[in-house]
């Protein structure tokens, strides 16, 4: 597909942040189509016959970032295959929000050079002891491998130290909007549509 027949919003915070919740929300008020690359690579993990399903799993639960080849040809096929079974209307684009990625500034630049540049990111700002309550609480029915004291406390550090630098370089082009997290979803929702709207999306 071209680059000219979407918009991609980036949907970027800490684990725990609430990119999910509220992803949900946007799917509903604005149209996207909601592209989780945690959600893709879980998926692909577990797909039979699939060649990546033991790197993932390791990635994941070390907190660790899989290789941006795996990630961007999920996002990419994902983003192809809306397009040819839900095509837009003549003249608009399809939207998507492509919650959790890029998490580290080559793909971030791979992403918009072979894909599509974003036109915004979005960036929900919380602090750690309320995603880690969250995730430890979530843990307890969740399933997911990483959803443990120990796995949470790398995720944190591989944020901190490799995910934020994407934040601050798309800061510096002028295309994030910061929403506070640490709210009720309700009212990180409204934030969060402000926020769109005052960047005319
Ligand atoms: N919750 C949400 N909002 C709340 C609120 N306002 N008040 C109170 N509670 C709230 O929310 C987390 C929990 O908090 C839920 O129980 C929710 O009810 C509650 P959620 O909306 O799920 O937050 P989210 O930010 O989506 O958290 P998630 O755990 O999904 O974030 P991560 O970024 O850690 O997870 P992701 O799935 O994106 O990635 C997992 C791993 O995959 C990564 O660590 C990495 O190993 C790998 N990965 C890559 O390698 N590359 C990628 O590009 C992407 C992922
Ligand atoms: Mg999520």
Do not use: W
């Amino acid at each position: 597909f071209s680059p000219n027949d979407v918009t991609v919003v980036f949907f970027l915070g800490g684990p725990g942040s609430g990119k999910g919740t509220q992803s949900a929300n946007l799917v509903k008020s604005y149209g996207f189509t909601h592209l989780s690359a945690g959600d893709l690579l879980r998926a692909e993990q577990v797909r039979s016959g699939s060649q990546y399903g033991d790197l993932i799993r390791d990635y994941i639960r070390e907190g660790k970032i899989v290789p941006m080849e795996v990630t961007v040809a999920l996002l990419s096929n994902a983003m192809a295959e809306t397009l040819s079974t839900s095509p837009p209307a003549a003249g608009t684009k399809a939207r998507f929000l492509i919650d959790g990625f890029p998490r580290k500034l080559d793909q971030a630049v791979f992403f918009e050079e072979t894909v599509c540049p974003s036109e915004l990111v979005l960036f929900l700002d919380c602090p750690e002891s309320v995603m880690e309550t969250r995730l430890l609480k979530r843990g307890e029915t969740s399933g997911r491998d990483d959803d443990n004291a120990a796995s949470i406390r790398k995720r944190f550090h591989t944020f901190v130290e490799t995910s934020m630098p994407v934040v601050e370089d798309f800061r510096k082009k002028d295309k994030v909007v910061t929403v506070k997290a640490d709210l009720s979803p309700e009212e990180v929702s409204r934030l969060v549509q402000a926020g769109i709207e005052a960047r005319g999306l």
